[in-house]
């Protein structure tokens, strides 16, 4: 199984803002810390599992948490935490509770966190019994616990003393407070969408953004704010006559829905949606709440519960890009000659020069090959975000295609009559000749 380094854990992508010679001051101070008082309570906060369980002789492991998400998937994860009892850290000392790991169902990352010296036979110990239970492993020495906790804001980057509301009690240093920690040390969004949906009695925004994945819930809130804050004072008009209804304005409402990935948004599974609404509009313009409860200042928040399932469903219907451009080079490599028969049929027959029941009959021989790539393309896999836009196209091609044939079937023939057919087969196969050379130009870009 994968050996993890911290940056690889969602929840501690922060430690990537804190190189290892940042803390290269406060490793001493680390080295003296106590794994019930001080490690561990402050782990399960950065983690957001606060669920503390009793310690004795039979438990497999200081921390058993599903928090931990590598990649946006949920892992089960099992912490063995020795701290500043354990000076040097020997395979002795740790051998007992790496074999109780093995025995814990489902799990699927053990974690070892050790402040004092990792002696060799203690850590090749700790990797072979990760490759034996087949867990992913990641080893947190002092370096790395430091790293983390300075990234957190548990301790102080300066001397490494705990910080009390936020403040170091030692030296000068102090966390941002507030709107500046809001503002200023928010992580990046991007605006994948911004529309215009104002009416005569209020100024309304609605936004799409994109933000990093690996982001937590406390995280994603201060991205809400901030973004929320900007998108109040934007200016953008669909036309001119809300333009010069609401001018240099502020916005009265402003919605968004938050995106961990591209793929999310092309599925419409959003982590997190808001509604931010002026406290001074008035009740009869004023939009229907989510009725959450939950507020981050007061913009409300409505958190996707169903996201996790979403995903990995997607996941698992998505096509690897390998299988999605051979589905698209097949429906390509079938369907052009039938195309081309159809055009040459209908050619043919609007010439005068093919009478009107071999025509029906040349046509209709073409419907059942037509009809069955329709339906194998309907159960075709999600593409990957490549490869979206080009699957799509084909599967238009597929739709005229289908159109072209379509009124020579029984239903077809008794619904439209021949001027009408006429009309429909050659306008579709106007659209299908148009789209095919863009859909190939489109096809050679992804090889």
């Known amino acids: 199984m994968e050996k993890l380094c911290l940056e690889n854990v969602d929840n501690f992508k922060r430690v990537a803002t804190r190189p290892i010679e940042s803390v290269s ?20 906060e950065i983690i957001c599992d606060l669920t503390v369980t009793a310690h004795g002789p039979s438990e497999r492991a200081d921390i058993l948490t599903e928090r931990i998400k590598i990649q946006g998937r949920p892992k089960l994860a099992a912490f063995v935490i020795k701290g500043k009892s354990y000076q040097k850290v020997r395979s002795v000392n740790v051998v007992h509770q790496f074999v109780r790991l093995k025995d814990i169902q489902g799990l699927d990352v053990a974690v070892f966190v050790a402040v004092g010296d990792i002696q060799d036979c203690a850590r090749n110990e700790f ?128 919605w968004l829905f938050v995106y961990q990935s591209l793929e999310d948004k092309l599925t419409t599974n959003w982590i997190c949606r808001t509604s931010w609404v002026d406290p001074n509009l008035k009740k009869d313009f004023r939009p229907q709440p989510f009725n959450t409860g939950e507020f981050v200042k007061d913009i409300e928040l409505d958190w996707n519960k169903n996201y996790q399932f979403r995903k990995d469903w997607y996941r698992m219907n998505t096509a690897e890009k390998e299988e999605s451009l051979e589905n698209i080079d097949n429906a390509l490599s079938f369907l052009e000659p039938i195309m081309e028969k159809a055009r040459t049929l209908s050619d043919t027959y609007e010439s005068k020069t093919l009478q009107p029941q071999i025509y029906i009959k040349e046509m209709q021989a073409l419907i059942e090959d037509v009809e069955n790539l329709l339906i194998k393309a309907g159960d075709w896999p999600f593409p990957t975000f490549e490869c979206k836009e080009l699957d799509s196209e084909v599967q238009n091609l597929i739709s005229f295609a289908h159109n072209v044939v379509l009124p020579f079937s029984g239903e077809g023939l008794k619904i439209w009559d021949e001027t009408q057919r006429v009309a429909m087969v050659r306008r579709n196969l106007k659209e299908f000749f148009k789209l095919l050379p863009i859909v190939f130009h489109k096809r050679k870009q992804l090889t």
């Open 127 to 254: 990797y072979r019994v990760c490759k034996e239970g087949k867990l992913s492993s990641l080893l947190i020495d002092r370096w790395g616990l430091a790293r983390l906790l300075v990234a957190y804001q548990k301790i102080c980057p300066n001397d490494g003393s705990f910080l009390k509301d936020g403040k170091c009690t030692k030296c000068e240093f102090r966390v941002l407070k507030e709107k500046q920690l809001l503002m200023e040390k928010t992580p990046e969004y991007t605006i994948l969408s911004l529309e215009d949906v104002s009416h005569a009695t209020a100024k309304r925004y609605g936004a799409n953004i994109l933000i990093e994945s690996y982001l937590g819930q406390e995280e994603i809130k201060n991205i809400i704010y901030k973004a929320t804050e900007d998108i109040k004072a934007k200016q953008y008009y669909r036309n001119e006559m809300t333009k010069a209804r609401w001018g240099n304005t502020p916005a009265n409402v402003v």
């Open 25 to 44: 001051e406060i490793t001493d101070v680390i080295k003296n810390l106590n794994e019930k008082e001080h490690i561990e309570p402050l782990l399960r």
